[in-house]
C-alpha cells in the first residue's frame, strides 16, 4: 500500500473513536468468509452485535486469546483472511503473542487492537495504555513492522482495506472511547464454538 496510507499517528493525535462503529466498519466489508476473532471485554460485544456471521468467534473467558487463537485459524487457513479484535487490556495479558505471530508472519492476519485506557467491562481500572505504554511501538518492537495508529475513522478504513487485500501480518490501533458496547454476547460458549467451526468449513 502507498507508504502515506500506513503511516502512524502517534497515539497522541489519534482520534477517540467508537468502538461499535469501528467493529460495524470492519464487519461490512466482510465479503469472503473471512475469520473474526473478538476478545473479551466489550470487543466481543460490539462484534456480536455487528452481526452474528458464522465466521466470528466471541471469547468469553479467558484475557488475552484473541490473538492466538486467531493466529491458529490463519496457520490452519492460510486462504482466509483473519483478524483478531482485542482490547488493550487483554493484549497486554498475551503480549508474547506479538513476538510469536511476528515470527511465523502469517500474510492474512490482521490484529486490530481497541484501546480504551480500561479494563472496561471490570470497572474501567486503568490499564497501562493510561499512562506511558505505546501498543504499536511495542508491536513494532515485537517485530510486527506493518503496524500503525489509526488517525481517524477514513486511516482506520484505509488500514483495514489494507489488511483485506495486501501480505500481512498487519497491527491496527485505535483509541477508543467510553462508550457502552452495542449489544451483549450470547452467553453459550458450545454453540458459538460449533457455529464458528461450521463458518470455517471444519465441522465434523
Ligand atoms: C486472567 C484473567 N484476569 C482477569 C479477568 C477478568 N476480566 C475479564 S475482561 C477484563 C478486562 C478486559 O479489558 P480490555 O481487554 O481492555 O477490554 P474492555 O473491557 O476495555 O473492552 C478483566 C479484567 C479474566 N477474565 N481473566
Same mark, same amino acid.
Given at each position: 500500500?502507498?507508504?502515506?496510507? +500506513?503511516?502512524?499517528?502517534?497515539? &497522541?493525535?489519534?482520534? !477517540? %473513536?467508537?468502538?461499535?462503529? $469501528?467493529?460495524?466498519? /470492519?464487519?461490512?466489508?466482510? =465479503?469472503?468468509?473471512?475469520?473474526? =476473532? #473478538? ?20 471469547? /468469553? ?23 483478531? /479484535?482485542? #482490547? &488493550?487490556?487483554? !493484549?497486554? %495479558? ?6 510469536? =505471530?511476528? +515470527?511465523?508472519?502469517? @500474510?492474512? !492476519? ?17 490499564? $497501562? ?8 511501538? +511495542?508491536?513494532?518492537?515485537?517485530? $510486527? ?11 482506520? &478504513? *484505509? /488500514?483495514?482495506?489494507?489488511? $483485506? @487485500? ?8 485505535? *483509541? ?7 449489544? =451483549? ?11 464458528? %467451526?461450521?463458518? !470455517? #468449513?471444519?465441522?465434523?
Amino acid at each position: 500500500m502507498p507508504a502515506n496510507e +500506513m503511516k502512524s499517528a502517534s497515539r &497522541d493525535s489519534a482520534k !477517540l %473513536m467508537n468502538r461499535s462503529d $469501528l467493529c460495524r466498519r /470492519l464487519v461490512e466489508k466482510l =465479503v469472503h468468509e473471512e475469520a473474526v =476473532v #473478538g476478545g473479551i471485554g466489550h470487543t466481543h460485544f460490539d462484534l456480536w452485535a455487528s452481526g452474528q456471521r458464522p465466521q466470528n468467534f466471541y471469547m /468469553l473467558g479467558s484475557m488475552g486469546l484473541a490473538v492466538p487463537i486467531a493466529f491458529g485459524v490463519a496457520l490452519a487457513q492460510p486462504q482466509r483472511r483473519v483478524f483478531a /479484535l482485542e #482490547g &488493550d487490556g487483554s !493484549l497486554l %495479558m498475551q503480549l508474547g503473542a506479538l513476538g510469536t =505471530v511476528a +515470527m511465523h508472519a502469517p @500474510k492474512n !492476519l490482521a490484529i486490530v487492537v481497541f484501546d480504551n485506557g480500561v479494563y472496561q467491562i471490570t470497572g474501567s481500572q486503568p490499564t $497501562l495504555t493510561s499512562y506511558r505504554t505505546d501498543l504499536v511501538a +511495542m508491536a513494532k518492537g515485537a517485530g $510486527l513492522a506493518q503496524s500503525a495508529w489509526a488517525a481517524d475513522e477514513a486511516h482506520y &478504513d *484505509r /488500514l483495514v482495506d489494507a489488511a $483485506l @487485500k495486501a501480505e500481512g501480518p498487519w497491527f491496527i490501533a485505535a *483509541r477508543t472511547d467510553a462508550q457502552p458496547p452495542a449489544g =451483549v454476547t450470547e452467553r453459550d460458549a458450545a454453540k458459538i464454538r460449533g457455529r464458528f %467451526m461450521q463458518g !470455517l #468449513g471444519v465441522s465434523r
